[in-house]
């Protein structure tokens, strides 16, 4: 599957964007779809992830302000962020997490990547 990743841009703080991930088939079999973020210098980081059953998960700095969501039917992942910080300055990565067969093997797909940049 290919994912493409769009929405990002640049926002002033205090402000909101909301990302898109739309994948090239379907992503009802992906165990995670999550989103990430690389920050210059940093290493890559997860931002928020929901399951397959829809239950989510989100890093501890971004809770409360960020909501991942999926569309199965649209086959696409979103990420509203509110409240933007300086700190949320990042390059942001769309994964697709697929765990299968009877060993439990797992597959990463990554989309290109979209720049989020935060201004005071």
């Known amino acids: 599957v290919q994912l493409q990743a769009y929405g990002g841009g640049l926002v002033q703080a205090g402000g909101s964007l909301r990302l898109s991930c739309a994948a090239s088939g379907s992503i009802a079999k992906f165990n995670f779809m999550g989103w990430y973020r690389q920050a210059p210098g940093n290493e890559r980081e997860l931002v928020a992830r929901?399951?397959?059953?829809?239950?989510?998960d989100y890093a501890d700095s971004v809770k409360g302000r960020f909501t991942i969501s999926r569309d199965n039917a649209k086959n696409t992942v979103y990420l509203q962020m509110n409240s933007l910080e300086r700190e949320d300055t990042a390059v942001y990565y769309c994964?697709?997490?697929?765990?299968?067969?009877?060993?439990?093997?797992?597959?990463?797909?990554w989309g290109q990547g979209t720049q989020v940049t935060v201004s005071s």
């Open positions: 994964n697709a997490h697929l765990i299968a067969g009877w060993a439990a093997h797992e597959w990463d797909y």
């Open positions: 929901v399951n397959i059953g829809g239950t989510t």
